[in-house]
């Protein structure tokens, strides 16, 4: 169950913080000068709740409207942490605030301003190795992000150099109006029958840049092995790929345009009021807004004014109800090193639970073999938090997609979302293997 205490004594204990907590941001925010930089100074805080009244008021704190703190993970069970961006001026209360309720932490990140600019320093150093090389098959840097028309320029390339295995098809757009670009990989079938598919996408949330990597990289593995590893060729031959690199495609662009704007997690589309963006993660037809999603556009996690208002979701889960041979749903994130099938809005073991968890367990032990980094493989209300109105539950639920899961890749918080360039590659090693092993189950099993 969620452990959160109803009691009175736990709800005025926490009528009595909020109120402290107001105050001293108020007085904070009249005394601070507003010549900062952006982020400068601001800091994230690894919280330790070790009761349920301390997780249940932080999670009180996810949901204070006009209070827009940041988790990077949210609070979700007694001693599980919690990873939150704390604007530098409302620093002070949230450390008071910590202190009365006897919750340890320490400081991960303590100037984010310093760690996005030196996280986006090195990536730009790491390309200056191949800097002036066209964005081509042959000439692609898989070792540094991308840019958004890099990469377009690469999976073009990957269709136009591998016509015989690829295709390239923009079946959705974004709110300003771009293409998000699917390429398909796998055999044209010969018989007339549909093949089963796998569908693999990244980036919905667009500071995720990790995710979007790591797709490229096994683009490039399935093409470059094709017809020579007899894995990579049976699972070509006999399945359909689709990979969507970057989802969410207009908040990815935002991402690369200043360091004030690498953490931004939502789409670009405009709101009632003064703010901008739903979580894309939170707007699917299923659960809608019941838990772990707000109704403040301001939130970092808004799940939007309806089911499917935004195109980007309405596109691609379109796609997917269009092609039922779909059987696989990959969703890859970052960070916290994860596998997780359904459900978030229920602690019920979904029917399909133990099908569900025996490929994640497969796919994960496949990862590890590569560099012995471990992944958490479990339920997402179990092992993540309460979540409602997200890719993965819709697509098992509304899709039938009976292999629906989030994939959380490196790391587990040291550098979270600003992971360096020199992990991209590790990360990626490790996760090729466990598509191998998805396409691999799906071949071998029922779904
Ligand atoms: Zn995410």
């Given at each position: 169950?969620?452990?959160?205490?109803?009691?009175?004594?736990?709800?005025a204990?926490?009528?009595?913080?909020?109120?402290?907590?107001?105050?001293?941001?108020?007085?904070?925010?009249?005394?601070?000068?507003?010549?900062?930089?952006?982020?400068?100074?601001?800091?994230?805080?690894?919280?330790?709740?070790?009761?349920?009244?301390?997780v249940?008021?932080?999670?009180?704190?996810?949901?204070?409207?006009?209070?827009?703190?940041?988790f990077?993970?949210?609070?979700?069970?007694?001693?599980?942490s919690?990873?939150?961006?704390?604007?530098?001026?409302d620093?002070p209360?949230?450390l008071?605030?910590?202190?009365?309720h006897?919750?340890?932490y320490?400081?991960?990140?303590?100037?984010?301003?310093?760690?996005?600019?030196?996280h986006?320093?090195?990536n730009?150093?790491a390309?200056a190795?191949?800097?002036?090389?066209?964005?081509?098959?042959?000439?692609?840097?898989?070792?540094?992000?991308?840019?958004?028309?890099?990469i377009?320029?690469?999976?073009?390339?990957?269709?136009?150099?591998?016509?015989?295995?690829?295709?390239?098809?923009?079946?959705?757009?974004t709110?300003?109006?771009?293409?998000?670009?699917?390429?398909?990989?796998?055999?044209?079938?010969?018989?007339?029958?549909?093949?089963?598919?796998?569908w693999?996408d990244?980036?919905?949330?667009?500071?995720?840049w990790?995710?979007?990597?790591?797709?490229?990289?096994?683009i490039?593995?399935?093409?470059?092995q094709?017809g020579t590893?007899?894995?990579?060729?049976?699972l070509?031959?006999e399945?359909?790929?689709?990979f969507?690199?970057?989802?969410?495609v207009?908040?990815y662009?935002y991402?690369?345009e200043?360091?004030?704007?690498?953490l931004?997690r939502?789409?670009?589309?405009?709101?009632p009021?003064?703010?901008?963006?739903?979580?894309l993660?939170?707007?699917?037809?299923?659960?809608?807004?019941?838990?772990?999603?707000?109704?403040?556009?301001?939130?970092?996690?808004?799940?939007g004014m309806?089911?499917?208002?935004e195109?980007?979701?309405?596109?691609?889960?379109?796609f997917?109800l269009?092609?039922p041979?779909?059987?696989?749903?990959?969703?890859m994130?970052?960070?916290?090193?994860?596998w997780?099938?359904?459900?978030?809005?229920?602690?019920?073991r979904?029917?399909h639970y133990?099908?569900?968890?025996?490929?994640?367990?497969a796919?994960?032990?496949?990862?590890r073999?590569?560099?012995?980094?471990?992944?958490?493989?479990?339920?997402?209300?179990?092992?993540?938090y309460?979540?409602?109105?997200?890719?993965?539950?819709?697509?098992?639920?509304?899709?039938?997609?009976?292999?629906?899961?989030t994939?959380?890749?490196?790391?587990?918080?040291r550098y979270?979302f600003?992971?360096?360039?020199?992990?991209?590659?590790?990360?990626?090693?490790?996760t090729?293997?466990a598509?191998?092993?998805?396409g691999?189950?799906?071949?071998?099993?029922?779904?």
């Amino acid at each position: 169950m969620l452990e959160i205490s109803r009691t009175s004594k736990t709800m005025a204990l926490l009528r009595v913080a909020f109120l402290a907590l107001f105050l001293n941001i108020l007085v904070a925010r009249t005394t601070q000068h507003s010549t900062s930089r952006a982020l400068e100074g601001d800091q994230v805080l690894r919280l330790h709740p070790g009761t349920p009244e301390a997780v249940a008021m932080l999670n009180s704190l996810v949901y204070m409207p006009g209070f827009q703190l940041d988790f990077w993970k949210p609070p979700s069970h007694v001693n599980q942490s919690v990873d939150v961006h704390v604007p530098r001026e409302d620093v002070p209360a949230v450390l008071d605030l910590l202190q009365r309720h006897s919750i340890t932490y320490h400081t991960m990140i303590g100037n984010v301003r310093q760690a996005v600019e030196k996280h986006m320093e090195d990536n730009h150093k790491a390309r200056a190795r191949t800097a002036g090389r066209p964005a081509r098959v042959n000439d692609f840097d898989f070792s540094v992000y991308h840019e958004w028309n890099e990469i377009d320029d690469f999976i073009t390339d990957v269709q136009q150099t591998y016509p015989q295995i690829a295709t390239l098809s923009s079946e959705a757009a974004t709110f300003e109006g771009r293409a998000i670009k699917t390429l398909k990989l796998g055999k044209p079938s010969t018989s007339g029958e549909t093949k089963p598919a796998i569908w693999i996408d990244a980036a919905i949330h667009c500071r995720e840049w990790i995710s979007t990597a790591t797709v490229l990289y096994a683009i490039d593995q399935f093409t470059r092995q094709y017809g020579t590893d007899p894995t990579v060729t049976r699972l070509l031959d006999e399945l359909d790929w689709y990979f969507t690199p970057v989802f969410n495609v207009d908040g990815y662009i935002y991402t690369w345009e200043a360091p004030e704007n690498r953490l931004w997690r939502k789409n670009r589309s405009t709101q009632p009021g003064p703010c901008v963006g739903v979580d894309l993660n939170r707007n699917w037809d299923d659960h809608f807004a019941e838990t772990g999603a707000s109704p403040d556009p301001c939130s970092i996690i808004y799940h939007g004014m309806a089911p499917f208002s935004e195109p980007e979701t309405r596109g691609i889960s379109d796609f997917v109800l269009n092609h039922p041979e779909i059987k696989v749903y990959l969703a890859m994130h970052s960070y916290s090193q994860l596998w997780i099938s359904p459900w978030g809005y229920d602690y019920a073991r979904p029917p399909h639970y133990h099908l569900q968890n025996a490929m994640a367990l497969a796919a994960e032990s496949a990862s590890r073999a590569v560099h012995g980094v471990q992944y958490r493989v479990g339920r997402s209300i179990e092992i993540l938090y309460a979540v409602s109105g997200g890719a993965r539950d819709w697509a098992y639920d509304k899709a039938g997609v009976t292999y629906s899961y989030t994939v959380e890749l490196r790391d587990t918080g040291r550098y979270g979302f600003l992971l360096p360039p020199d992990q991209i590659i590790p990360t990626a090693e490790e996760t090729f293997p466990a598509y191998l092993t998805v396409g691999q189950w799906i071949l071998d099993h029922p779904y």
